[in-house]
């Protein structure tokens, strides 16, 4: 089994920053792709920003130039800087570990952007 702990969720004004943190434990042996998505209610999940083992990234074009994910291999975990926040990315963010066999769900974590 894998587990995800997430971080670093919470309540921003508009135009702030936060970073989210995905650490991936447990019967890991290679991490294939990381990412982050995010869902607000009444709407599907949607893709964020993802990163494969070799460094790769896509975004959203809703955050391009705005949030900048990376991972730490040695870590097993991946980070979501958001910077410049609008209202419309109030949501709630959900990390994503593909392994070799299988993909595993982070719990999710709020942010909201409000003034």
């Known amino acids: 089994q894998v587990q995800l702990a997430e971080s670093g969720g919470g309540l921003v004004q508009p135009g702030g920053s936060l970073r989210l943190s995905c650490a991936a434990s447990g019967s890991i042996f290679r991490i294939i792709t990381m990412g982050w998505y995010r869902q607000v209610p009444g709407k599907q999940r949607e893709s964020v920003a993802t990163?494969?083992?070799?460094?790769?990234?896509n975004y959203a074009d809703s955050v391009k130039g705005r949030f900048t994910i990376s991972r730490d291999n040695t870590k097993n975990t991946v980070y979501l800087q958001m910077d410049s926040l609008k209202p419309e990315d109030t949501a709630v963010y959900y990390c994503?570990?593909?392994?070799?066999?299988?993909?595993?769900w982070g719990q999710g974590t709020q942010v909201t952007v409000s003034s």
């Open positions: 994503r570990v593909v392994l070799s066999a299988n993909g595993y």
């Open positions: 990163i494969t083992s070799a460094g790769g990234r």
